[in-house]
């Protein structure tokens, strides 16, 4: 494939900054993007242009536009790569970080995509990928929210898909597994701050933040993923992509098991079965 122009964002760590070595490696033009400007000051390259961007922030999307169009006049390819994962138990979610969860993994994308339709449409290759997670195939416990927003974006690209065709654009759903990267560490990190002492699931917190981690248990390195979804994205691939341990797994658990067996089994495996016992 030859260069192209290439906006990613979500590149502070983990797939974002493997994609943006990647497509560097390739030949390619980023435009590497995230929240914090310092944590891409590492990422130097004469083809890597480095900007800050709250996805959550409408106004700071169309500065970058803005910025944007006055250096490029295309855009070949978008990765909607940006996001994070609020676990806990669904009922104890407050409305603030149902919102948040939601902005970030499913507005967000939207919104970007959107404002840079006009870059996209002057290129004669245009690709949007936006990154899913088999998680929106296979609902677990304790990450309920994460899940939702996954399951929705996939179904938004389904509908984006056959809506941006006849405008000569892409849409592809890549559906990750097991990624190396600090996304365990990040939601681990919010358990503590979403279970209250009081908690009705404060018996079992050793598995709701094992849930937490569950992406970094026997993971693809983040290189290897990028690697596989370029090579896959350039040669003859459908509408969704799927890469790393567990993608094609978890997804044939969830067509050919029987619901109710599905449920005894992750009930068992994250524990659930041991809050009947002390129930209120």
Partial sequence: MSSRIVLITGCSTGIGRALTEACV???DTVIATARRLESLSDLQHERIKRFALDVNDASAIVSLVRELEQQIDHIDLLINN??????GPVVELSRETLLRQFDTNVFAPVEVTRQLLPLLERSTKAQVVNVGSVSGILTTPFSGAYCATKA???SLSDAMRMELAPFGIEVVVVQPGAIRSSFGDTSLAGVSDLLADDSRYKKVEKNIQDRAVASQQNPTTAEDFSTQLLDSLAGKHGPVIRVGNGSTALPMM??????SLLDKILS???GLK????TRR
């Avoid at 969830?254 to 619901?259: E, S």
């Fill in 25 to 27: 490696a390739r030949g």
């Fill in 82 to 87: 940006a996001g994070y994962a609020a676990m």
């Fill in 152 to 154: 929705a974006l996939h």
């Fill in 254 to 259: 969830k067509r050919w098991l029987p619901l």
């Fill in 268 to 270: 068992k495996k994250f």
């Fill in 274 to 277: 041991a809050l009947k016992q």
